[in-house]
């Protein structure tokens, strides 16, 4: 069977040749597939519109069905630049070309490409264009906007169907979309990329954070806080400097230059060394959620997803070599905890020496063995992904999977036997002489912002009821109902649960399918029959569906809600 890679590339060719049928004048940049589709850049006087996506379709459904075999054949660099005088970001590419340049060509269509193809356009069964964006030739913003069609192709129409099902799936669960609907975050043009919490934000984020800080009290760590802005000379000797000054946000105060911390570990370090420290107190956990901030291009940036501007859930391990493997195995299990407790699978990548880092080659070595042995005793498939080590040590990279089947990294664990040797971190061994420790940075959530962001989506909102923003709300359905309505609110205020009574002088309906709105997991209507027996009618979202469970005893109702309200057991 051919390779769906492949396939969508082939996919990609014939979308650029209905363009170049339908609009002559465009020039054509690049067409690669993609993890779940392709995109091709083209430059244009406009961008495209919904009208013109709906044109290129048919025009490409007119060249599949033409099934024009699909030819590679080889020229020189002079002769391919000779053949694209008229193509200008085609023969930029020739001219950058190490060997010499290859052609595809179907039809009246050529286009420079390494391939590979599929043998003729009619082999295409399944395909949809989904979308446009600008985008700068390279991805350097000093460069021209060019419009790029995104698109995606399959072997079959099902799967097609299937895929385009979980699209429009996605785009209801859009973290920014939902954010908005229930005042949870605002992004605004005065801080791009600088997410503002709003109160139900913030009950959500706070709660997060005790369950985080519950889970690392009990296996021993010791939360810190370090400044957000430091001197430039401790980032030179941390390595940042050499290594991620791109990234950083600077400042000057008397004179002396500070840069802005993107990452919390040189912080840390300081905090380290403000005290001796012994074989003894070993293994030292510090956690700090510390506020970070990296430049991001515009063009990068996607609610909170991607921002400048974000909390990790840090720490760092100070051990002995011989504790190394122990020490990793628990952040392991820590981070399996937290991810079964939110309903994530989960797969594993390790990631090897990047061009660009510190420290010997058998230093790398041993750091790198060490990990793959947990890994391996752990039992866990994992993925080897050679160059992409942090640039002072290897590290194991979690992805989660949501409940659509998209795939999210947040959890790390960075192995680091550098900046022990830079920052001169030492302890007491049991030999009464000075040792350099072996450390771990990790987190578990990767970036409060972003987990919550992913949180958001795979719950569609629907967050689990302790993490609900508000648990219950009171509905009475006419005004002779709001006296017990305010009871029963106080009732459920005084079991710790966030509620409140929805006193307006709308009708019920109204008032549920609002609730509903905002992902309220509890809605509690009153009428009179209620208010006679003493019950509560209640309606609870159970298995993605709003389930009507009836009348239900008020105290009960309040009990079973209370359970669910509390934070998980650790």
């Keep these: 069977m051919q390779d769906l890679q492949t396939l969508r590339h082939t996919t990609a060719h014939i979308m650029a040749q209905a363009v170049k049928r339908l609009y002559p004048a465009v020039k054509i940049a690049i067409g690669p597939a993609i993890?779940?589709?392709?995109?091709?850049?083209?430059?244009?006087?406009?961008?495209?519109?919904?009208?013109?996506?709906?044109?290129?379709?048919k025009e490409m459904k007119k060249i599949i069905k033409e099934n024009h075999q699909i030819t590679r054949f080889v020229l020189t660099p002079e002769e391919a630049a000779a053949r694209l005088q008229d193509e200008p970001y085609k023969l930029e590419l020739v001219q950058n070309l190490e060997e010499e340049p290859s052609f595809y060509q179907q039809g009246e269509f050529t286009d420079l490409c390494a391939g590979p193809h599929l043998e003729s356009t009619g082999k295409i069964r399944a395909f949809k264009l989904l979308s446009t964006a600008g985008a700068y030739w390279r991805g350097d913003e000093r460069n021209k906007m060019l419009s790029r069609i995104y698109g995606t192709a399959f072997f079959t129409k099902d799967e097609l169907k299937e895929h385009l099902?979980?699209?429009?799936?996605?785009?209801?669960r859009d973290h920014r979309r939902l954010g908005k609907e229930m005042s949870l975050f605002a992004l605004l043009e005065e801080g791009q990329g600088f997410p503002f919490f709003l109160p139900n934000g913030m009950i959500l984020r706070n709660?997060?954070?005790?369950?985080?800080?519950?889970?690392?009290?009990?296996?021993g760590y010791q939360e810190i806080s370090t400044p957000i802005m430091l001197t430039r000379n401790l980032w030179e000797r941390s390595g940042h400097w050499d290594n991620y000054k791109e990234?950083?946000?600077?400042?000057?105060?008397?004179?002396?230059?500070?840069?802005?911390?993107?990452?919390?570990?040189?912080g840390g370090m300081l905090v380290y060394n403000l005290d001796l420290h012994s074989y003894r107190d070993f293994p030292l956990k510090m956690a700090e959620l510390g506020l970070v901030h990296r430049h991001e291009k515009s063009g990068t940036m996607h609610g909170l997803m991607r921002v400048r501007s974000f909390t990790q859930d840090d720490a760092h391990i100070y051990m002995t070599a011989e504790q190394v493997e122990d020490e990793v195995m628990r952040v392991i299990n820590l981070a399996e905890e937290i991810y079964k407790e939110f309903g994530f699978k989960f797969s594993l990548e390790l990631s090897t020496r990047p061009e660009k880092s510190m420290g010997t080659e058998e230093q790398w070595q041993q750091a790198t063995t060490a990990l793959q042995k947990v890994l391996d005793s752990k039992g866990l498939p994992y993925k080897i992904n050679e160059g992409d080590g942090a640039f002072y040590g290897p590290k194991i990279d979690f992805h989660l999977e949501d409940c659509l089947g998209r795939t999210w990294q947040c959890g790390t664990i960075q192995l680091d036997m550098q900046m022990p040797e830079r920052f001169d971190l030492t302890y007491i061994g049991a030999d009464g002489a000075k040792h350099r420790p072996v450390m771990i940075h990790r987190t578990v959530l990767g970036s409060i912002e972003r987990f919550i962001g992913i949180l958001t989506e795979h719950f569609a909102g629907w967050f689990p009821v302790w993490l609900a923003p508000v648990q219950a709300v009171v509905l009475p359905i006419s005004e002779k109902h709001h006296e017990t309505a305010i009871a029963v609110t106080e009732k459920l205020k005084s079991q710790n649960i966030r509620t409140f009574s929805?006193?307006?002088?709308?009708?019920?309906?109204?008032?549920?399918?609002?609730?509903?709105?905002?992902?309220i997991p509890y809605m509690l209507v009153l009428g009179d029959k209620e208010v006679e027996d003493g019950t509560i009618s209640v309606r609870v979202r159970e298995n993605n569906e709003?389930?009507?469970?009836?009348?239900?005893?008020?105290?009960?109702?309040?009990?079973?809600?209370?359970?669910?309200?509390?934070l998980p057991q650790v």
């Design 35 to 57: 993890a779940d589709g392709f995109y091709y850049d083209f430059e244009t006087e406009t961008p495209f519109a919904p009208e013109d996506i709906l044109k290129i379709e």
């Design 165 to 172: 099902h979980r699209l429009e799936e996605a785009k209801k």
């Design 207 to 219: 709660t997060l954070i005790e369950y985080w800080r519950k889970l690392h009290s009990r296996d």
């Design 247 to 266: 990234n950083m946000y600077a400042s000057e105060i008397d004179e002396v230059q500070f840069q802005i911390k993107p990452m919390n570990c040189p």
């Design 502 to 519: 929805d006193l307006r002088s709308e009708k019920i309906g109204y008032k549920i399918r609002e609730a509903r709105e905002k992902r």
């Design 546 to 566: 709003l389930v009507d469970k009836g009348a239900i005893p008020v105290n009960d109702v309040i009990e079973q809600i209370a359970q669910l309200a509390k």
